[in-house]
């Protein structure tokens, strides 16, 4: 059986879970809102910000290749941004 956690560990648990259904929520808004493959293409950034957590809170070490993979996925990101012409809403027609 599983052992609940501790007292203490109670209100980050709490706060996690909050961010993650803030963050799933807010998802799940923009791909109802926006461009799935300008989403889909800016979801890989994810790899960027987990390499930058890592460094910052865990003190992890990167390696060239991540540097170099993170400046691939920022330049497509920016590249895909750039490229796509923003939608224009069209009126609607009774």
């Not at 709490?14 to 993650?20: K, R, S």
Request: glycine share 6%; hydrophobic share 55%.
């Amino acid at each position: 059986m599983a052992v609940p956690p501790p007292a203490n560990a109670w209100p980050k648990l709490v706060i996690a879970a909050a961010l993650a259904t803030g963050s799933l929520s807010l998802l799940a808004w923009a791909y109802a809102h926006a461009d799935t493959g300008y989403l889909a293409a800016s979801e890989y950034t994810s790899f960027v910000y987990a390499a930058l957590l890592g460094w910052m809170v865990f003190g992890e070490r990167l390696s060239p290749w991540t540097v170099a993979g993170t400046m691939v996925i920022v330049t497509a990101c920016l590249y895909s941004a750039r490229r796509r012409p923003a939608a224009v809403a069209q009126p609607e027609v009774p």
